[in-house]
Nanobody, 115 residues
Framework: QVRLVESGGGVVQSGGSLRLSCAPS????????TEWHRQAPGKGREWVAT???????TYVDAVKGRFSISRDNAKNTVYLQMNSLTSEDTAVYYC?????????WGRGTQVTVSS
């Protein structure tokens, strides 16, 4: 069973930045389509960004131009760089990895943006 572990969350002031990391228990992460999702208090989980196996990236409109998803194959880690954060970005952020064998989720990391 593949396990994903997120890190990098915390409390940041509005306008600040954070970088989230997602590390898997497998050494073949570069073969996974990896996504970041988030769930704000009282709301459903929403998709934020995807990095495909070929490196193509896509984003939800709300974060375009502010967030950047990337993968470091040497470190077997996927990142979410978040800039110009606002209170609307406060949520638990989850990493999701998928390949032909299945879909795997992390337990999430809390991001709180204070105004």
């Amino acid at each position: 069973q593949v396990r994903l572990v997120e890190s990098g969350g915390g409390v940041v002031q509005s306008g600040g930045s954070l970088r989230l990391s997602c590390a898997p228990s497998t050494n073949t992460f570069k073969y996974y389509q990896t996504e970041w999702h988030r769930q704000a208090p009282g709301k459903g989980r929403e998709w934020v960004a995807t990095i495909a196996v070929d490196g193509t990236t896509t984003y939800v409109d709300a974060v375009k131009g502010r967030f950047s998803i990337s993968r470091d194959n040497a470190k077997n880690t996927v990142y979410l760089q978040m800039n110009s954060l606002t209170s609307e970005d406060t949520a638990v952020y989850y990493c999701r990895g998928a390949n032909a064998r299945g879909v795997y989720w992390g337990r999430g990391t809390q991001v709180t943006v204070s105004s």
